[in-house]
């Protein structure tokens, strides 16, 4: 992708000066201009080109947050927040320069609640930072994006993982939080209830909104009860058809799966590689269940009926903790396992979500699409939400291969958008996806562009994300 085929946002170099000598003076060493450091604030995680903001703060406090939106609001500057940098679709890009909020300092626990179930974060928690937290309060915090996300940033991208099909994603998770908006006013969407009637869904506005329509400094989270038992295991599969219809099968029986990870026959090849796992290279389901010692045992043993009337297994699984962690710990890192496929290659991750009766038809002809285009990419596949993704690894110093590259994730958009589902289940739009939105919602693009001029009438809140410029 060329910097001019992103959205374009005009620099406004006059209000940028000014505003970089209103943060200095105010914060000292907490702002940051350095080239090294700029450039770690913007996208860096795939091919999209780096567009680096022109100054960092490292931010502490709510009222903090207010002070830098309002010296940017005053000089017409963009502002974009900053968790820990980990999406992929361009999102933290500074196209028209401006002010890079990092939240990582915004760090404090600020509440737990374990008889309600629930937490209130700072938005620079990390989820496994909150998780360590919670360990002896018998609670955990479910949403598990394959990075250590900060719990603003998932909850900005609307991220999910591999428990959302028995948890749900950062959607159903966040209960309220609190959000400096584009005139500095802060805005808490709701109280710790369960449940709400309370007027417009503010909450839900802003999880989703990519930093576009305020900056969360707070987060009241829903947590769960770390299971009494939790078994899981392997099943591999002639095709990927077979595996498709077991998770279907698994899902419509109303087995409560926990997790169900669908693995290509290419990404087992690299995670027995990277993460020594002993599996043929066919397509697996990587599988888990919570409950009781008795619940979890019978729906391991359910779920090996339906893979083998598909024609799948043997399914081994195992109740004992260390033999699970590695067979996760080897599916959360199948990023890193895929780039060992063509060493010196970058990946260009992107994801799809299609309803789960379309997933097996969505995947067999993404896979042969690979084949016939003469790629390298692995796909995964949070597959009990028909959620998948490819990893296509090229060659970044090749235009030709970035060109084959995006013209097979546009090929993927399209096809699940025709499928009735989405150009993404979960990673978001940032720039990468903008030019799909609108052939996926019509109209909708357009209610979307009246909520944000409502919102942000100067176009200052993470500015050349998610909307098209035009058209
Ligand atoms: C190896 C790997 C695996 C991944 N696996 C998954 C996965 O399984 N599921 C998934 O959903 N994602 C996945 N991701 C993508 C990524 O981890 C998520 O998008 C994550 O939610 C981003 O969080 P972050 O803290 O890195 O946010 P950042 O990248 O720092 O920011 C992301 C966006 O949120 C905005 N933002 C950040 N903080 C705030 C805030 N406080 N207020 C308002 N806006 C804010 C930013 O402006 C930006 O638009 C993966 C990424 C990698 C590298």
């Given at each position: 992708?060329?910097?001019?085929?992103?959205?374009?946002?005009?620099?406004?170099?006059?209000?940028?000066?000014?505003?970089?000598?209103?943060?200095?003076?105010?914060?000292?060493?907490?702002f940051?201009?350095?080239?090294a450091?700029r450039?770690q604030h913007?996208?860096?995680t795939?091919?999209?080109?780096?567009?680096?903001?022109?100054?960092?703060?490292?931010?502490?406090?709510t009222?903090?947050?207010?002070?830098?939106?309002?010296?940017?609001a005053?000089?017409?500057?963009?502002?974009?927040?900053?968790?820990?940098?980990?999406?992929?679709?361009?999102?933290?890009?500074a196209?028209g320069?401006?002010?890079?909020?990092?939240?990582?300092?915004m760090?404090?626990?600020?509440?737990?609640?374990?008889?309600?179930?629930?937490?209130?974060?700072?938005?620079?928690?990390?989820r496994e930072d909150?998780?360590?937290?919670?360990?002896d309060?018998?609670l955990?915090?479910?949403?598990?994006?394959?990075a250590?996300?900060?719990?603003?940033g998932m909850?900005?991208?609307?991220?999910?993982?591999?428990n959302?099909?028995?948890y749900?994603?950062?959607?159903e998770?966040?209960?309220?939080l609190?959000?400096?908006?584009?005139?500095?006013?802060?805005?808490?969407?709701?109280?710790?209830?369960?449940?709400?009637?309370?007027?417009y869904?503010?909450?839900?506005?802003?999880?989703g909104?990519?930093?576009?329509?305020?900056i969360?400094?707070?987060?009241?989270?829903r947590?769960?009860?770390?299971?009494?038992?939790?078994?899981?295991g392997v099943?591999?599969?002639?095709s990927?058809?077979?595996?498709?219809?077991?998770?279907?099968a698994?899902?419509?029986?109303?087995?409560?799966?926990a997790r169900?990870?669908?693995?290509?026959?290419?990404?087992?090849?690299?995670?027995?590689?990277?993460?020594?796992?002993?599996?043929?290279?066919s397509?697996?389901?990587?599988?888990?269940?919570?409950?009781?010692?008795?619940?979890?045992?019978?729906?391991?043993?359910?779920f090996g009926?339906?893979?083998?009337?598909?024609?799948?297994?043997?399914?081994?699984?195992?109740?004992?903790?260390?033999?699970?962690?590695?067979?996760?710990k080897?599916?959360?890192?199948?990023?890193?396992?895929?780039?060992?496929?063509?060493?010196?290659a970058?990946?260009?991750?992107?994801?799809?979500?299609?309803?789960?009766?379309?997933?097996?038809?969505?995947?067999?002809e993404?896979?042969?699409?690979?084949?016939?285009?003469?790629?390298?990419?692995?796909?995964?596949?949070?597959?009990g939400?028909?959620?998948?993704?490819?990893?296509?690894?090229?060659?970044?110093?090749?235009?030709?291969?970035?060109?084959?590259?995006?013209?097979?994730v546009?090929?993927?958009?399209m096809?699940?958008?025709?499928?009735?589902?989405?150009?993404?289940?979960?990673?978001?739009?940032?720039?990468?996806?903008?030019?799909?939105?609108?052939?996926?919602?019509?109209?909708?693009?357009?209610?979307?562009?009246?909520?944000?001029?409502?919102?942000?009438?100067?176009?200052?809140?993470?500015?050349?994300?998610?909307?098209?410029a035009a058209?």
């Amino acid at each position: 992708m060329a910097l001019s085929d992103l959205n374009p946002v005009e620099r406004n170099e006059e209000g940028i000066a000014t505003v970089l000598g209103i943060l200095k003076q105010r914060f000292g060493e907490r702002f940051q201009t350095g080239e090294a450091i700029r450039g770690q604030h913007a996208h860096t995680t795939t091919y999209i080109p780096t567009q680096a903001p022109d100054g960092v703060v490292f931010a502490e406090t709510t009222p903090e947050v207010q002070e830098i939106v309002r010296a940017c609001a005053a000089h017409r500057v963009p502002v974009i927040a900053f968790g820990v940098g980990s999406s992929l679709e361009g999102h933290t890009n500074a196209p028209g320069g401006g002010i890079s909020i990092d939240t990582s300092r915004m760090n404090r626990i600020l509440s737990v609640n374990p008889q309600d179930l629930d937490c209130t974060v700072e938005p620079g928690v990390t989820r496994e930072d909150l998780n360590r937290h919670l360990r002896d309060t018998g609670l955990f915090f479910p949403i598990d994006p394959g990075a250590n996300a900060s719990l603003g940033g998932m909850a900005a991208t609307r991220a999910s993982g591999t428990n959302a099909v028995r948890y749900g994603t950062m959607r159903e998770n966040v209960l309220s939080l609190t959000a400096v908006m584009a005139d500095g006013e802060a805005v808490t969407t709701g109280k710790r209830a369960k449940k709400s009637s309370a007027g417009y869904d503010l909450t839900r506005l802003l999880v989703g909104s990519e930093g576009t329509l305020g900056i969360i400094t707070a987060l009241t989270l829903r947590l769960q009860g770390i299971p009494q038992a939790i078994s899981g295991g392997v099943c591999p599969f002639p095709s990927l058809e077979a595996a498709c219809n077991t998770v279907i099968a698994t899902i419509q029986m109303g087995i409560p799966v926990a997790r169900i990870e669908l693995v290509n026959a290419l990404q087992m090849r690299a995670m027995k590689n990277y993460s020594k796992l002993d599996y043929p290279e066919s397509p697996c389901l990587f599988v888990e269940f919570h409950g009781s010692d008795a619940g979890v045992a019978e729906q391991a043993e359910m779920f090996g009926m339906i893979a083998e009337e598909q024609g799948g297994g043997p399914f081994l699984w195992t109740s004992v903790a260390e033999e699970r962690t590695k067979l996760w710990k080897a599916r959360h890192d199948a990023y890193w396992s895929s780039l060992t496929l063509r060493p010196g290659a970058k990946g260009l991750s992107t994801d799809v979500c299609v309803p789960i009766s379309r997933l097996a038809e969505c995947v067999t002809e993404t896979e042969a699409d690979i084949a016939d285009m003469g790629l390298v990419a692995p796909i995964v596949g949070h597959a009990g939400d028909g959620n998948f993704h490819v990893l296509v690894l090229m060659d970044l110093d090749n235009p030709e291969e970035i060109a084959l590259a995006e013209k097979f994730v546009a090929r993927l958009n399209m096809r699940a958008i025709a499928m009735d589902g989405t150009c993404t289940g979960e990673h978001g739009i940032g720039q990468g996806k903008v030019g799909f939105l609108r052939h996926e919602l019509g109209h909708g693009v357009d209610v979307m562009r009246t909520i944000k001029q409502a919102l942000d009438p100067l176009n200052i809140m993470n500015p050349g994300k998610i909307l098209p410029a035009a058209g």
